[in-house]
């Protein structure tokens, strides 16, 4: 069967719809920017630490240059021979812990190589005794000149080498204390090993990485795309070509090399943001998050149906309740009076000398029966005052001690006839705030029950004390006491606690009832403690003022 629901919930259910909508697209476009940036922030520091690792390897390699600059320059050129600079160069590996150079030559100011060796195996062509001006041509040597008249170093860009490698060449000019050219030195070291040292370190998985010379052109570890002839038989698997990304996914960083930058860019191999699945996943949350909506609206309407018929059957079982407690408060008024009457004329009756000693009983026995009716009236009746809150909390400041003492007189003729001594003890000086009518009520509910489960010729113990925060009033006989699931259930409304005194008085429960309630209205605590045939401790606190 469908349900109707008023106007009103669907267009709370419609707005509800909107609202999730927009913010689901707010947290998701949120979030696609949260990992945006994420992305961004990982791609710039692979790239970062892939231009770092570059210029670590071509630092390692300059200072092996650097070492045989020192040299030279130290020996003043005397020992520049072949034998000189391969020694020099072991030397320096086994502390450096780097490949070694692919080749190193020397030409003379005439442009003639004195010497040209490898530090690898390699069929490489003699070029001892030959000129330059063969491999460079004029031009060539007319810019070598100026290289040599400098001792600055002079990098190349990479270079396809018919080794098939890519070389990087270093060179500085040899002069003399006069500034005069002595000749020209030049290394060429393998590019491959110095990338290697970017893949080793840096996480290839993930990251392609793009090496470019400052003139533009690209190179790889088997090839320098400058429009050379490549020797190279192997292609490197991680050219940045074989990828197919946009050049706007690069991030790139500028290494300096002397007189040459080297570029390194760095991007993800893989498309880092999916928009369909990114679509489906907010799609999803949506929907869900619609059908919450539509459940909390359906639980809504069902939870206003049964607060308003709630609210009705409260509204009618507050009127039985009013009700109940207002027969309760006429019962217990209108009871009253002819009670005291009743008392009045049994107290006469007492003062007449009888014959028969069973008529005495029974006159004495209807008076304590009369009484206790009276203070179950008494304690009805203020029952349903508190609970038609008829009575007020007027709090004042309360003299503990003369109020007791007051309650003591009230029960002096119950005391006598079971030879009872109450005996006060207190360490405590000064006023309590409270109520004094709901206090006295509770002194004299705890005194009348103390006298009512005490044997005779007992002592009841009442104490006053108190700690940093609250007054302590403690009460305590040594009478027949109460089972512990008794003492549980006494507080309880919902519990029926009767039990009898010594002398088979008769009690309701309710005493203790309204005084645990009048102790709460002062923010303090009733509590009971009591052992079968021990008897009992009644103890309640009420807060100090600060």
């Given at each position: 069967?469908?349900?109707k629901?008023?106007?009103?919930?669907?267009?709370?259910?419609?707005?509800?719809?909107l609202?999730?909508?927009?913010?689901?697209?707010?947290?998701?476009?949120?979030?696609?920017?949260?990992?945006?940036?994420?992305?961004?922030?990982?791609?710039?520091?692979?790239?970062?630490?892939?231009?770092?690792?570059?210029?670590?390897?071509?630092?390692?390699?300059?200072?092996?240059?650097?070492?045989?600059?020192?040299?030279?320059?130290?020996?003043?050129?005397?020992?520049?021979?072949?034998?000189?600079?391969?020694?020099?160069?072991?030397?320096?590996?086994?502390?450096?812990?780097?490949?070694?150079?692919?080749?190193?030559?020397?030409?003379?100011?005439?442009?003639?190589?004195?010497?040209?060796?490898?530090?690898?195996?390699?069929?490489?062509?003699?070029?001892?005794?030959?000129?330059?001006?063969?491999?460079?041509?004029?031009?060539?040597?007319?810019?070598?000149?100026?290289?040599?008249?400098?001792?600055?170093?002079?990098?190349?860009?990479?270079?396809?080498?018919?080794?098939?490698?890519?070389?990087?060449?270093?060179?500085?000019?040899?002069?003399d204390?006069?500034?005069?050219?002595?000749?020209?030195?030049?290394?060429?070291?393998?590019f491959?090993?110095?990338?290697?040292?970017?893949?080793?370190?840096?996480?290839?998985?993930?990251?392609?990485?793009?090496?470019?010379?400052?003139?533009?052109?690209?190179?790889d570890?088997?090839?320098?795309?400058n429009?050379?002839k490549?020797?190279?038989?192997?292609?490197?698997?991680?050219?940045?070509?074989?990828?197919?990304?946009?050049?706007?996914?690069?991030?790139?960083?500028?290494?300096?090399?002397?007189?040459?930058?080297?570029?390194?860019?760095?991007?993800?191999?893989?498309?880092?943001?999916?928009?369909?699945v990114?679509?489906?996943?907010?799609?999803?949350?949506?929907?869900?998050?619609l059908?919450?909506?539509?459940?909390?609206?359906i639980?809504?309407?069902?939870?206003?149906?049964?607060?308003?018929?709630?609210?009705?059957?409260?509204?009618?079982?507050?009127?039985?309740?009013?009700?109940?407690?207002?027969?309760?408060?006429?019962?217990?008024?209108?009871?009253?009076?002819?009670l005291?009457?009743?008392?009045?004329?049994?107290?006469?009756?007492?003062?007449?000398?009888?014959?028969?000693?069973?008529?005495?009983?029974?006159?004495?026995?209807?008076?304590?029966?009369?009484?206790?009716?009276?203070?179950l009236?008494?304690?009805?009746?203020?029952?349903?005052?508190?609970e038609?809150?008829?009575?007020?909390?007027?709090?004042?400041?309360?003299?503990?001690?003369?109020?007791?003492?007051?309650?003591?007189?009230?029960?002096?003729?119950?005391?006598?006839?079971k030879g009872?001594?109450?005996?006060?003890?207190?360490?405590?000086?000064?006023?309590?705030?409270?109520?004094?009518?709901?206090?006295?009520?509770v002194?004299?509910?705890?005194?009348?029950?103390?006298?009512?489960?005490?044997?005779?010729?007992?002592?009841?113990?009442?104490?006053?004390?108190?700690?940093?925060?609250?007054?302590?009033?403690?009460?305590?006989?040594n009478?027949?006491?109460?089972?512990?699931?008794?003492?549980?259930?006494?507080?309880?409304?919902?519990?029926?606690?009767?039990?009898?005194?010594?002398?088979?008085?008769?009690?309701?429960?309710?005493?203790?009832?309204?005084?645990?309630?009048?102790?709460?209205?002062?923010?303090?605590?009733?509590?009971?403690?009591?052992?079968?045939?021990?008897?009992?401790?009644?103890?309640?606190?009420?807060?100090?003022?600060?």
């Open positions: 069967m469908s349900v629901f008023p106007k009103k919930y669907y267009l709370v259910f419609t707005l509800l719809a609202v999730t909508a927009l913010a689901v697209n707010w947290v998701t476009s949120n979030i696609a920017k949260q990992k945006e940036e994420t992305q961004y922030l990982q791609l710039d520091r692979a790239n970062k630490r892939a231009a770092f690792e570059l210029q670590s390897s071509l630092t390692t390699y300059a200072a092996l240059v650097s070492g045989i600059k020192a040299y030279i320059e130290i020996t003043d050129g005397e020992y520049l021979e072949e034998e000189d600079i391969k020694y020099l160069l072991d030397m320096q590996l086994s502390d450096l812990s780097i490949p070694p150079p692919f080749s190193i030559s020397y030409l003379d100011t005439n442009h003639i190589f004195q010497f040209d060796f490898t530090m690898k195996k390699a069929a490489l062509e003699n070029l001892e005794g030959t000129s330059l001006e063969k491999i460079i041509g004029k031009s060539g040597i007319s810019r070598m000149d100026t290289l040599m008249r400098s001792s600055k170093y002079y990098a190349s860009n990479p270079t396809n080498l018919i080794e098939g490698i890519v070389g990087l060449p270093l060179g500085f000019g040899i002069l204390d006069n500034g005069v050219s002595k000749g020209y030195i030049t290394t060429v070291a393998e491959a090993p110095i990338i290697d040292r970017v893949y080793k370190n840096v996480n290839k998985e993930d990251f392609v990485y793009r090496f470019q010379a400052g003139n533009g052109n690209y190179f570890r088997a090839k320098s795309y429009g050379q490549c020797y190279a038989k192997t292609e490197d698997p991680e050219y940045f070509k074989n990828f197919n990304i946009p050049d706007e996914s690069y991030v790139s960083t500028t290494v300096n090399f002397y007189n040459k930058k080297f570029v390194v860019s760095t991007a993800y191999k893989r498309p880092q943001e999916n928009s369909m990114m679509f489906i996943t907010s799609l999803i949350w949506y929907l869900a998050l059908g919450f909506m539509l459940f909390l609206v639980q809504f309407y069902v939870y206003e149906r049964k607060d308003k018929m709630i609210a009705a059957q409260n509204k009618r079982l507050s009127e039985v309740v009013a009700t109940k407690n207002k027969f309760f408060s006429i019962v217990a008024h209108d009871l009253r009076s002819p005291s009457s009743v008392i009045n004329f049994l107290d006469v009756l007492k003062q007449e000398e009888f014959k028969s000693k069973q008529t005495a009983a029974i006159i004495n026995s209807l008076e304590d029966s009369s009484r206790n009716s009276i203070s009236l008494d304690n009805l009746l203020k029952w349903s005052k508190l038609t809150g008829q009575i007020k909390y007027e709090p004042i400041p309360l003299d503990i001690l003369a109020i007791t003492k007051d309650q003591i007189k009230v029960y002096s003729d119950n005391l006598k006839q009872i001594n109450v005996r006060l003890e207190s360490s405590f000086k000064g006023t309590v705030e409270g109520d004094k009518n709901m206090i006295a009520t002194i004299r509910n705890l005194l009348s029950n103390a006298i009512k489960f005490s044997n005779d010729n007992d002592i009841i113990v009442i104490e006053f004390s108190k700690t940093a925060q609250d007054f302590i009033f403690t009460i305590e006989d009478g027949i006491g109460m089972t512990d699931a008794y003492r549980k259930k006494i507080l309880s409304l919902t519990e029926t606690t009767v039990q009898k005194g010594t002398r088979n008085e008769k009690g309701s429960g309710l005493g203790l009832i309204l005084s645990n309630e009048f102790i709460k209205t002062h923010n303090g605590e009733l509590s009971i403690e009591s052992q079968e045939g021990k008897g009992t401790i009644v103890t309640f606190t009420l807060p100090l003022k600060s």
